[in-house]
């Protein structure tokens, strides 16, 4: 079993900066590609950003500039810095991680979400 687990999540005033962290724990094999996703109310869940295990990155258009995501593979953990917030940024950001198992099974886990608003 895996668990991916989400903090840093709040409110924050425009301009400001937020670091969500998400660790991935359990029968662990190897993580692939761990990413950020997130979803505003009304609005399909959409890309933030990704990152493989060798460090490539790839990041939506409306993030270029403003978020970073980063990993350390020792702790399993995948970060995303969020800085010059905007009020368009307001949603539930979920973790996501494409993973094996140690019996060797590739699967494509989710967090649960941590909500991040963003006021004007």
């Known amino acids: 079993q895996v668990q991916l687990v989400e903090s840093g999540g709040g409110l924050v005033q425009a301009g400001g900066s937020l670091r969500l962290s998400c660790k991935a724990s359990?029968?662990?094999?190897?993580?692939?590609?761990m990413g950020w996703y997130r979803q505003a109310p009304g609005k399909q869940r959409e890309l933030v950003a990704t990152?493989?295990?060798?460090?490539?990155?790839n990041y939506a258009d409306s993030v270029k500039g403003r978020f970073t995501i980063y990993r350390d593979n020792a702790k399993n953990t995948v970060y995303l810095q969020m800085n010059s917030l905007k009020p368009e940024d307001t949603a539930v950001y979920y973790c996501?991680?494409?993973?094996?198992?140690?019996?060797?099974?590739?699967?494509?886990?989710w967090g649960q979400g941590t909500q991040v608003t963003v006021s004007s």
């Open positions: 996501n991680a494409d993973l094996w198992t140690v019996l060797r099974k590739k699967y494509d886990y």
């Open positions: 359990g029968s662990i094999f190897s993580i692939n590609t």
């Open positions: 990152i493989t295990s060798g460090g490539s990155t």
